[in-house]
């Protein structure tokens, strides 16, 4: 438990980077750099947990304030949107998931106010966001790509566009958000692993337990590790 926020171990892996500066490899390090430079700022892991409610309720607010609707139909769906239980346990904890919602509902809605009248500036940040969105998990991308239609109604509005240009809005989507995050982990990732030992160890591991018999190499476990403690981890 971290107070504000819960964190499992991998949170608690990408805060020891962010407090060292030494950016690995094995996940995308832009939420990293953030938090990163939240800790000189603030000098508290609790700070990005901050950012990430503060970018969430103002995406929620702005895509609220959009809808044709009386002021109190509006308060209430951003009260049951916020505060349904789902948005509750996902804002809680100091995960990229958290962080990449939130980023993505900031985004949706400059979004959404480009899309009623607002300026190309807002449409830019907008995009930005979601571009940046997009380099935060290593599977951004499904959550990216359907955004590039989106940005393309709103930058031609009441103009109606073909599959073409709709695939190619797409491709655009994911191209950016793809350099980005490679141009990121280029430039911030100190320390390079390899996933594949990672990948094959968890392989072992369901594969011990599908034949009742420790297949792992003695150099990747303690003396008392059997079959039974694999199987109660889910392996």
Known sequence: MLYPGQYPFDSAYQLWQARHGAFFNITPVSMIGVWSLLLRAFDSPGSLLCLNLALFWTGLGMCADTLRAPAWLKVSGLVLAGLNPLALVQMAHLLSDAHMTAVMFLGMGLMARAMNGGSRLTLVAACLLFVYAGTIRQNA??????L????????????PFGMKLGIVSTMVAGLLALVAGTALDRLLATERREVWPMLALWDLAAISVATDQLQLPPFTHGAGLDVNELRETGA
């Open 141 to 146: 991308l499904v959550a990216v790509i359907p």
């Open 148 to 159: 590039g239609p989106l940005a393309l109604i709103a930058v031609r509005p009441g103009k």
